[in-house]
């Protein structure tokens, strides 16, 4: 197994389109989108949509899409990346969502941040499709949980995290989250 990282943030923050970039530019690296893959991998155990089903029902589908993706990754041997979230304000503020075991097996996390209106301002693009919440306290609320639940995860796996300025280009960000990995990789060594 190679290099396992976690880039969390807000919806919104701009994650995917940074991480869509940074695929193209760097072939030899593997970018999981965790959330794409839950739902696929729902739809063909479930036959139905992971966001019609009972917060009990999610949870237990991401069990086992953590083990299935843990079996994937330890497979690859170079960096893999995955877009995730931490939190869903919907299923309640604070509550992690992800199971301990992919947790546990992420090296380092990348929190993209940024500030509200810039969240807004991205959700207002990309909300015909994701129908992403454009209450600024919803934006707060997940800006904070995403946080407080990375200080808490980072602490309880002895993981290193990284926050990134996500404000700038998804260029820009692309390459910030490149400079994270690559000081990963110099600490390893």
């Given at each position: 197994m190679g290099i396992v990282v976690g880039v969390v943030g807000p919806r919104g923050v701009g994650k995917t389109t940074a991480l869509d970039l940074l695929?193209?530019?760097h072939i030899d690296?593997?970018?999981?989108?965790?959330?794409k893959e839950l739902v696929q991998y729902c739809l063909s155990i479930e036959g139905a949509s992971f966001f019609s089903l009972s917060i009990?029902?999610?949870d237990r589908i991401r069990e086992g899409f953590a083990a299935h993706l843990i079996q994937k990754i330890k497979l690859i041997s170079?960096?893999?990346?995955i877009d995730m979230h931490i939190t869903d304000i919907r299923e309640g503020h604070g509550k992690t969502i992800q199971p301990s075991s992919i947790l546990e097996l992420i090296q380092m996390y990348i929190l993209l941040d940024a500030p509200r209106n810039i969240i807004y301002a991205r959700r207002l693009l990309g909300d015909v499709v994701k129908k992403r919440s454009l209450n600024l306290k919803d934006i707060d609320s997940e800006i904070e949980n995403e946080s407080k639940s990375l200080t808490r995860i980072s602490s309880q796996f002895g993981q290193p995290y990284f926050v990134v300025d996500a404000i700038?280009?998804?260029?820009?960000?692309?390459?910030?989250?490149?400079?994270?990995?690559a000081e990963l990789i110099r600490?390893?060594?």
């Open positions: 695929g193209e530019e690296i593997k970018i999981v989108y965790y959330s009990e029902d999610k170079g960096i893999v990346i700038g280009s998804p260029n820009n960000i692309a390459q910030a989250i490149m400079n994270s990995i600490e390893r060594v």
